[in-house]
């Protein structure tokens, strides 16, 4: 590496990129009338504040909590207590679903996402790993509902969306909301050591990453019908959603890549380690910029960029896997790809004059717009991947 870049292998510039992080969201993101503002431009002006988007308030949680369990900050903690209790005070419904999203405290969209529980499910793990123990019942009961409303033993899959009275089923499957189900079940297994959340975890990765997989030449598709066969055509004109994507999605299958090496460490087996390579290796072979580098949004099934956008999760998820993939194997190609992800978003997502990292920018690095934190981005991509690599998840 240059000098113009800071050793991004050093736990000193981890941590202290995490502080300056923290320092973007701290005191701003506190709302004393209930969870934390979302919504901030680059400068960190607010310009929503009435507006909870369940992921954003969870993924709020999941930072204070980890924060508080590493650095012990108290007001960490009780700002994980405070967002744990807006979640199951506000978001929480009466029929047990918690609401998309919230304005000045009324429900503006209460359609029932297993995306959002998901979140959930993994903020209140990380608050009981942080010592609040009332969060082990939020844990269970988040698990139980979606064993309920949202678990298809049969497919061995979660479905993905509820409306708001839960009684309407969307016809929707797809492998975003699994995902992140596996991700807060491991979250759940390592606060708890209650092996139904491991056991739930590994049929996940088992049934996406191996089954489902192969219907789509070993790469992860995104959505499935109702009988989960991929589908192809479902948002074919939207490759830039934010959600449901059309195309393959090299961060995801970096992302699924991550949390096949956490599964491992977890339960060991043979076959998760050649999968968990297979998926990384395919994002940077189809998704990495050549001419501009970092990883784009979206790949097309005929591997032209659908979405040429560098967003600024793909680049962390995937440098996380990348010294996963470097410590698991050994292979200097994975160190050298985790060192110019961060190059390239040092270089251009890194906010070094407000902090935090910006969203989104085009394919050559350019300036998309000044929203650095819309609804549910948090940067806990960020600091999760900087903890990844510093082995404090």
Known sequence: MTNRYPDFESPAFLRGHIQDI????????????????????DNGDCFDPKLRQLVGSARYVFNYATAYRLYK?????AWAKHGLDFLNLAH??????????????????????????????????????????????TVTDVFDFLETRFWDAGARAYNDERDASLQTLS?????????????????AWTATQNIKYLDRAEILANRFAIELAAQTGGLIWEHYDQNWNADMLYNIDAPNDRYRPWGFQPGHQTEWSKLLLILNACRPDEKWLPRAKALYDGAMKTGFDKKYGGLVYGVAPDGGYCAAEKHFWVQAESFAAAWRLYRATGNEQYRRDYNRLWQWSWDNLVDREHGAW??????????????????????YHTMGACWDVLGDV
Request: glycine residues 10%.
């Open 22 to 41: 923290l320092a973007f969201y701290d005191p701003r993101v506190f709302a004393a009338e209930g969870g934390f503002y979302t919504c901030f431009y």
């Open 73 to 77: 900050d108290p007001k960490h903690l």
């Open 92 to 137: 929480r419904q009466s029929n047990g679903g918690y609401a998309w999203a919230l304005n000045g405290g009324a429900v503006t969209d209460g359609r029932v996402m297993a995306y959002g529980h998901a979140f959930v499910l993994l903020a209140a793990s990380a608050c009981l790993r942080a010592g609040l123990t009332e969060a082990e019942k």
């Open 171 to 187: 016809p929707y499957r797809g492998q975003n909301a699994n995902m992140h189900m596996c991700e807060a079940l491991l979250a």
């Open 358 to 379: 910006f969203r989104v920018r085009s394919r050559d690095g350019s300036k998309i717009d000044d929203r650095k934190s819309p609804a549910g981005k948090t940067d």
